[in-house]
Every structure is written in structure tokens, then in C-alpha cells.
């Protein structure tokens, strides 16, 4: 069996890392995970020419159980899909494709990952948070904090006008959404937990502001810990990493895809860190 990732760019993905260490801890010899460079124009003819997949006429060997995206193709893949999850409906956007009976259903991972970092780092209900950013993973942040209860939350992006997909996410997750600009921070950090879903480190102009909030959920993963995650976690706050959701939005799709329900969530944690060491010593030479 085969499953890839698929974005652009695609060469810092720790999918393959996370997905290869959890099939040979399952002793899942004959699966492979693959990793290809995919932008939004490629997506169409790239994913029409997989195959055989799964559940298809004449499927054997070298057959395609799955896919995992990142961006910018969780919402380019909408169209192109046979099926789609309620989640991913809501998000607007499915990061998981699953082949099954010849069909692409797509799923959304990145929800589920958010919750159960917030869970494991103790914060699993916040009363009122504060996103950053307006893309793909704020969506997802909105979806998972409705589903831990909270059902409204501020967005500060830099321009409004821009944030028209993310609202609508917002109208259909029944979630009261306030837009502002990142200058109105300081009156909006005075909550239970602030997302940053800001790519590489852009939230560190923000530390000193951050570092009064009890809870900051960053995320990015490397390099790590950004200034942001640093000021919060100096000052005695609680800090999620990007990590945390890829490990278990990873480990939803490792289930969806293989179909068993008993994955080894630590020895893809332990690959994981692994990799990001590795690549952190790396950058110090």
C-alpha cells in the first residue's frame, strides 16, 4: 500500500518521518510513504494519475490507500473529491484523502490534532482565546475550539477585507467571530489562550505583548521554541507547540488510512523529535 504528502513546498514535511516510524512499529512491512512537490495547478492531473487505489477494478500491488495535504491544497482539493467529512465541510479545507471502493473521501485531521494538543498540555477547555491569522489553520483552530465548548473568539489579521473565507467558516461553525487588526493585541490578550497560526516565527514581534497570557499555542515547530513561545513560557505560561498538532493530526490519518484503531503515538513521537533535532543541529553548523 501507498501513501504520500503532498504541497509546496514540501521538503521540510515531517510527515514522511511520522508516517514510516508508525508502519514499522505496526510491522506494516508492505506500506511506503512518499513525499511530492504539489501546488495548486499540479493538484488535478497529479491526483487523476494515482493509481491503482484502493477498492479500484484490477487494484494489486502498489495500491494507493491515502494522501496527506498541506498547503496550499487543503482547499484546491475540495472540488475534486468524491466525498467529504462534516469537519472538512465546515473548515472548508481537507488536509487527509482517503481512497476506499475507488473513491476519494476527504477528511479534515488538523481539528483533531489541535484538540489533542490542547488536551495534553492541560489547556482542554478555554473560555476565551484569541487567533492569529487568518489561513487553513485558523479555520481548523475555530472548529476545534467550538468543539471544546467556546463558541466565541476574536481574529486579528493584518487585513480584514481578507478574511472573508475565515468568517464564513466562523457563520457555519455557529461560532461568534470579532475581526480585528493585529494593532487592537494588547486589549485582546487578556484571555485564556492566545493561537498563534502565523508561519515561521511572525509572532515573535508580538512576544513581549504575549507574554502575559496564560496559555500560547504556536504553530510552528522549527525551529523551536520561536520568541513568542520563549517570552510566554519565561514568564510562567503554558506553551503548545506546532509539533503536538502534527503528531496527532498524523495519527488520526495513520488510523484512517491503514484502519487500525491502535497506533503507536510515541514512537511517531519519538521520530518526530528526532528529525527536528537532527535538522536544528544541522542549522547550528
Same mark, same amino acid.
Given at each position: ?13 515531517? &510527515? ?15 506500506? &511506503? ?253
Amino acid at each position: 500500500m501507498r501513501a504520500a504528502v503532498m504541497g509546496s513546498p514540501i521538503g521540510h514535511s515531517l &510527515s514522511p518521518y511520522l508516517h514510516r516510524a508508525a508502519y514499522q512499529a505496526m510491522g506494516l512491512g508492505g506500506w &511506503s510513504y512518499e513525499a511530492f512537490e504539489c501546488d495548486e495547478a499540479r493538484l488535478p492531473e497529479l491526483l487523476a494519475g494515482l493509481g491503482p487505489v484502493r477498492g479500484q477494478a484490477g487494484a494489486g500491488d502498489d495500491t494507493w490507500a491515502g494522501l496527506s495535504l498541506t498547503m496550499p491544497l487543503k482547499r484546491a482539493v475540495l472540488p475534486l473529491l468524491d466525498t467529504v467529512s462534516e469537519t472538512a465541510v465546515e473548515v472548508g479545507g481537507a488536509n487527509t484523502v482517503i481512497f476506499q471502493d475507488g473513491r476519494r473521501h476527504g477528511d479534515n485531521t488538523d481539528v483533531y490534532g489541535i484538540e489533542r494538543a490542547l488536551a495534553e498540555a492541560g489547556v482542554p477547555a478555554p473560555r476565551s482565546a484569541t487567533v492569529l491569522g487568518g489561513g487553513a489553520t485558523a479555520a481548523s483552530t475555530l472548529a476545534a475550539l467550538r468543539n471544546l465548548g467556546l463558541h466565541s473568539a476574536t481574529l486579528l489579521v493584518r487585513d480584514p477585507a481578507r478574511a472573508g473565507e475565515t468568517v464564513a467558516v466562523a457563520e457555519r461553525l455557529g461560532v461568534a467571530l470579532a475581526v480585528e487588526t493585529f494593532d487592537k493585541l494588547d486589549a485582546r490578550t487578556q484571555v485564556d489562550l492566545v493561537v498563534s497560526t502565523l508561519p515561521g516565527g511572525a509572532a515573535d514581534v508580538f512576544a513581549d505583548r504575549l507574554a502575559r497570557v496564560p496559555a500560547l499555542f504556536d504553530v510552528v515547530y522549527s525551529p523551536w521554541p520561536t520568541g513568542a513561545a520563549a517570552a510566554v513560557q519565561a514568564a510562567g505560561g503554558t506553551v503548545i507547540g506546532g509539533f503536538e498538532m502534527l503528531l496527532h493530526q498524523a495519527v488520526r490519518q495513520v488510523r484512517l488510512m491503514t484502519g487500525v484503531a491502535d497506533v503507536p503515538v510515541e514512537a511517531m513521537r519519538a521520530a518526530g523529535e528526532s528529525e527536528i533535532l537532527r535538522r536544528t543541529a544541522a542549522r547550528a553548523r
